[in-house]
């Protein structure tokens, strides 16, 4: 079976590299390549690729905007996000990509992730910190939490603002804690900081 793959890169020197590293793969044909977001959505619909290589590069939020409604209209395509920015690493991930690659790993491991993400792996090569990060994503009401600790709120007003018991917003502490790797509230605000998960 071949891949379709769909490159996207706002460089047409770094467009032409990729379709070099996996024109003489076989099992990969790269089906079309775009290097304007707003094309896109066309481009996917004439040519219904397997899996979209895009490098962050290009207007980081729009991309993970595109990623997140892409991945409900086309929940078959798999997207693999070329990416040397750990926060927004981890915000693609719980988009749903498929793979996250920093850019030096390419011409090594691109090939084996457009493999693997087309049989339904998920293939994270970051620091081992956000990729720890990543595995144990923190959930919408721990985020909440997090953002109420760095506006400097008790346990008592999180527990009054969520309408969840004070045991329950401990138990979420806890389970933050463990996620971020942290011993503190304080150091979780400034591990949540980092990784921009909070404002």
Not at 61 to 69: A, E, P, Q, R, T
């Amino acid at each position: 079976m071949v891949i379709r793959t769909l490159l996207v890169d706002s460089d047409p020197i770094c467009l032409l590299g990729l379709e070099k590293l996996l024109e003489k793969e076989r099992g990969i044909t790269v089906v079309g390549s775009v290097s304007c977001l707003d094309s896109l959505d066309t481009l996917v619909h004439i040519h219904v690729p397997d899996v979209i290589v895009i490098n962050m590069h290009m207007h980081i939020i729009k991309v993970l905007d595109w990623i997140k409604n892409a991945k409900e209209t086309h929940p078959t395509i798999n997207v693999i996000m070329l990416c040397n920015y750990p926060p927004f690493a981890l915000s693609s991930y719980e988009a749903g990509i498929a793979a996250i690659l920093p850019k030096e790993k390419v011409s090594t491991h691109l090939v084996h992730a457009i493999r693997d993400s087309n049989e339904g792996g998920r293939l994270f090569l970051l620091d081992s910190k956000t990729t720890c990060s990543m595995k144990c994503c923190l959930t919408k009401i721990e985020i909440d939490i997090l953002q109420m600790l760095a506006d400097d709120q008790t346990s008592a007003q999180i527990s009054e603002k969520l309408n969840i018991s004070k045991r329950t917003v401990e138990r979420h502490l806890s389970s933050i804690f463990g996620k971020l790797g942290v011993l503190s509230r304080t150091g979780a605000v400034a591990e949540a900081l980092r990784l921009q998960l909070i404002k």
